[in-house]
C-alpha cells in the first residue's frame, strides 16, 4: 500500500480527537532513524500520546525519556537488528531511517543503509511476527513532469542513487507482504524553520 502524505500508525488522527493510545492501549512502537529531524518528532509525539518507543539511529539520540530506549547502531548490521527484536516485543515499526544523497559521497554507503537495512528490518519483522510496518520514502521516485499529481499506479522511474535505492528498499517490502504489512509514504523534501532538507543545495 502506497500513499502521497499521511498518516503514521494514526499518530495525527489519534491526535486530533486527543486520544493519547491507539485502540485504547498504549503501543510500544520501534522508530529507525528517530534522530534525525523527521524521525525526532515522531517519536517525541508517539512519546507524548504515550506510547513506548525504541530508537535505532547512527546517530546519537538527545531525547530522555522513561519509556525510550535509544540504540545507537547500523541497520546494516544484521545482529544489531537482531538483538533490538529480540529484546523487545513491537506492536509496530515506523521505518524512518535513510541516507540522503545530498549528505554522503559514498553511494555504496547509501544503498546499503537504504536496501540492505530495510531488509534487515523486514526480515526482524517476519522473525518477531511483526506484522505492521510504515516505511518513509520518497517522491524521487519520478525524475520527470506528468504535468500533474503523480497516480500510485504510476511506474517509478529515478534517475539517482537516493531514488533508486528507495525504489529498490520499496520493492524489498512488496516483496514480504505476504508477512508484513507496510504503509509506503512517498514524501517530499521534509522541511520546517532551520531545516531545508534538499533545498539547502539551492542557498
Known sequence: MTAECGATLRVASDERRGASHHNGSAMKLLVTGGSGFFGDLLVRRLLARGDAVVN???????????????????????????RVFAEHRFDGVLHCAAILAHAVKDKKFLWESNVDGTRNVVEGCRKAGVKQLVFTSTNCLWARDFGRPVREDDVPD??????????????VLTANADAVNSVIIRTPTIIDAGRLGLLAILF
Open 56 to 82: 535505532v539511529d547512527l546517530q546519537p539520540d538527545e531525547n530522555r525519556h522513561p519509556n525510550l530506549t535509544s540504540v545507537r547502531g547500523d541497520l546494516r548490521d544484521r545482529a544489531t537488528v537482531d
Open 158 to 171: 529515478p534517475v539517482e542513487v537516493y531514488g533508486r535505492s528507495k525504489a529498490e528498499a520499496e520493492r
